[in-house]
């Protein structure tokens, strides 16, 4: 086939009438803006409502959660978010790396930890000790014990982000 042959076969191939756009009915442009506008809408309700959230202070969020642990019946599931919630306090307030230590670990940390007093410290460690037995060996502790270790928990909390603020309150006036 010679290349003026094949070229005029190639044209008859191609269509006469050119490319013809697709027409949409006149609602369904409305109906398409519709949807994104209302997409955007829901996209900055989002936005905001995270902000919201977000300006709750951080240990106030934390106590919430540290007291609806007394609603967890199962052991296990309650000295997870136990030890979760705890280390995250000790994380963001003293800034220790907690999450990834064991309880040995932690035990070397918290004796050099100046905010804590003495037997906090200790209590620390055997209520994370306690954790352990019924994340690993699965011991059952009573619902006293537990109820125990959290309010002496959201205690020892509160008294360190009272000495938190205090901190955050003298620095403040001295850099005036």
Do not use: C, W
């Not at 307030?93 to 999450?99: D, E, T």
């Not at 100046?114 to 037997?119: A, F, P, R, S, T």
């Amino acid at each position: 086939m010679s290349p003026e042959t094949r070229e005029k076969l190639i044209n008859s191939l191609k269509d006469i009438h050119g490319f013809a756009g697709i027409e949409f009915p006149g609602y369904l442009n409305y109906i398409l803006v519709t949807i994104i506008a209302l997409g955007a809408i829901y996209f900055i309700y989002r936005l905001i409502s995270k902000r919201k959230k977000s300006l709750k202070p951080f240990y106030e969020d934390l106590l919430d959660k540290l007291s609806k642990l007394k609603l967890i019946n199962d052991n296990k599931s309650f000295y997870l978010s136990y030890l979760e919630l705890s280390k995250t306090y000790f994380n963001e307030r003293l800034k220790l790396g907690l999450v990834d230590k064991t309880t040995e670990e932690i035990k070397g940390i918290l004796a050099k930890i100046e905010e804590l007093k003495i037997e906090d410290s200790r209590f620390i460690i055997e209520s994370f000790y306690r954790a352990d037995l019924a994340k690993f060996a699965l011991k059952e502790f009573s619902l006293e014990k537990r109820n125990e270790d959290l309010a002496r928990m959201i205690l020892i909390i509160q008294e360190l982000e009272k000495k938190h603020q205090e901190k955050i309150k003298l620095e403040k006036e001295s850099s005036r």
